[in-house]
């Protein structure tokens, strides 16, 4: 569906080269719900704005459904261009005209008559529930309605692409989620392929199929959602990932720990398992958690769970076959719960 | 003294006639020269549909040139063009001439200030829509910049009050003409101060006039 094939995009200023894009290749395919993540000044506009050659790249190819639009230009691009949608962080609505004509000017750009249009707008306005809004002017309405327009606009001539330019950044949390929520219907309802940029993992986690990583116009890495959180490759990513998870430790809890403290992985069905009641058992150590979530990520579960593995209380050493000095039988338990989870990651002996 | 009063109003009706037409001709000149030359000074510098910098500096610094020529100077310059252009240099007709080059210089820089204040998000949306440069600059640029041109045409009109009664000192008629000629050479400083409420009270007039205009445009703020 889209194809960016080694895009580079530099901008020159007065003494200076930016290179805002290096060498990123994409490959997205059609009905998906892909996610360009990274921090600020990473890229992600740049690139995303290549797709409809907003920004024309410095070097690469994009191609849509297999055509090479690279070097389109004036009424063929135009045209082109009629085929995506885009919705802004800030919305970007005409002030001066109402919610009807706002959504109506991408029509008549698309060359609708004017029946057409008056019967369309509404219905597209039903859609992303604004029928009651369509004769009020922008500055009446909230972020969250604003948007919806933004939506309504992008998508009212069918497009197969609708490129979302962190759509939500500018909402709060609730708004946000509705935000999402209606795109993912979309989505799902019309089939169209959704690119969306943000620079929170969480969006991403609640929308997309698929994420990009983007750092410093690099493409650092992509693959599904999922395995993207499950097992993070690039440091970049490793840091985005933590924070959403945000398991760091109360000060007061990492100021004189005793034992052996552990963060635990656990992808899919093992997070039911009983695991560390089990390490507990059989190596007669005590396991105190003291941190740890469970994310749903397209219905599959990923845990995380930050415990500390130490000695016994006295009282209940009654296992007769414990011989053994207590770091040995630490680091038995740390084997055997590295074989049974994902992953483990020892943050203090 | 009744028929003095008479004949001075009389005088004034004319006068503020002479002032209509200079100002109403120049103003007009200011829209049809000023409002193009503002939006092809607002694209070529933004490089929107058209780069070229040739261009933007070429108009720029005529602009430039024209706007900080002092009125009473540019009125004389341009006479040799004047002549030339309606074979007299003699009354308000003549007046109009340096009138309007002034008018639309002046308004240009407005009408590219207005532009300047559309948010650039909404003309790359209606780009990323695929719309023509004719349909954004029709549909889009102009009414969302239309409130900032009426306040800018105000100023216009206002600055070109001012100048024509300058005109009316190098025998352009108007307003300014009469208060030469009765509140100068012959000390009628009654006269002037009749002259002077009239001329509060037509600027007064163009303000409101425009204000309205320009809020009824701005639907920003409703
Ligand atoms: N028109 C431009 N001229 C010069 N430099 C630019 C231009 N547009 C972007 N840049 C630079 O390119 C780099 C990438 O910008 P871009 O807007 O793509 O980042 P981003 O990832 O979208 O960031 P943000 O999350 O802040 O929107 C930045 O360093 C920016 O300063
Ligand atoms: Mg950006």
Known sequence: MIELQNISIEFRTKDQVIRAVDQASLHIGTGEVFGIVGASGAGKSSLLRTINLLERPSAGRVRLDGRDITDLKGAALRRERQKT?????????????????????????????????????????????????????????????????????AIANHPAVLLCDEPTSALDLETSGAILELLKEINRRLGITIVLISHEMSVIKTICDRVAVMDQGRIVEQGDVYDIFA??????????????????????????????????????????????????????????????????????????????????????????????????????????????????????? | MPSEWASLTADLVHAFGETFLMVGISGFFAIVGGLPLGFLLFIAERRLFWDNKAAYATGSVTVNII?????????????????????????????????????????????????????????????????????????????????????????????????????????????????????YYRYQTDVLIVTVIALVILVQLVQTLGDRLAKHADKKGV
Request: glycine share 8%.
């Open chain 1, 85 to 153: 949608g885009l919705i802004f962080q800030h919305f970007n609505l005409m002030h001066t005209r109402t919610v009807f004509d706002n959504v109506a000017f991408a029509l008549r750009v698309a060359g609708k008559q004017a029946a057409e249009i008056a019967a369309h707008v509404p219905e597209i306005l039903d859609l992303v529930g604004l029928s009651d809004k369509v004769q009020v002017y922008p500055s009446q309405l909230s972020g969250g309605q604003k948007q919806r327009v933004g939506i309504a606009r």
């Open chain 1, 231 to 349: 097992r993070p490759e690039h440091p970049f990513t490793r840091q985005l990932v933590d924070r959403t998870f945000n398991l760091d430790l109360p000060e007061r809890l990492t100021a004189n720990l005793q034992g052996t403290l552990l963060k635990i992985l656990f992808l899919g069905e093992r997070a039911e398992h009983p695991l560390l009641s089990e390490a507990a058992l059989r190596f007669g150590i005590s396991v105190n958690i003291l941190h740890g979530k469970i994310e749903y990520i397209n219905n599959r579960a990923i845990g995380l769970l930050v415990a500390l593995l130490g000695e016994l209380q006295e009282c209940s050493t009654h296992a007769a076959h414990i011989t053994e000095p207590l770091t040995g039988r630490i680091a038995a338990a740390v084997d055997f719960i590295r074989q049974g989870s994902a992953r483990v990651e020892v943050l203090h002996a």
């Open chain 2, 67 to 183: 706007r900080s020529i002092p009125f009473v100077i540019l009125l004389v310059l341009l006479l040799p063009f004047t002549q030339f252009v309606l074979g007299t240099t003699i009354g308000p007709a003549a007046a109009t001439v340096p009138l309007s080059v002034a008018a639309i210089a002046f308004y240009a820089r407005l009408v590219e200030a207005a532009l300047c204040e559309v948010d650039p998000g909404i003309i790359e949306a209606a780009q990323a829509f695929g719309a023509s440069p004719l349909r954004i600059v029709a549909t889009v640029l102009f009414p969302e910049a239309l409130a900032g041109f009426l306040r800018a045409l105000t100023v216009t009109l206002i600055s070109l009050i001012g100048y024509s009664a300058m005109a009316g000192i190098v025998g352009g008629g108007g307003v300014g003409d009469l208060a030469i000629r009765f509140g």
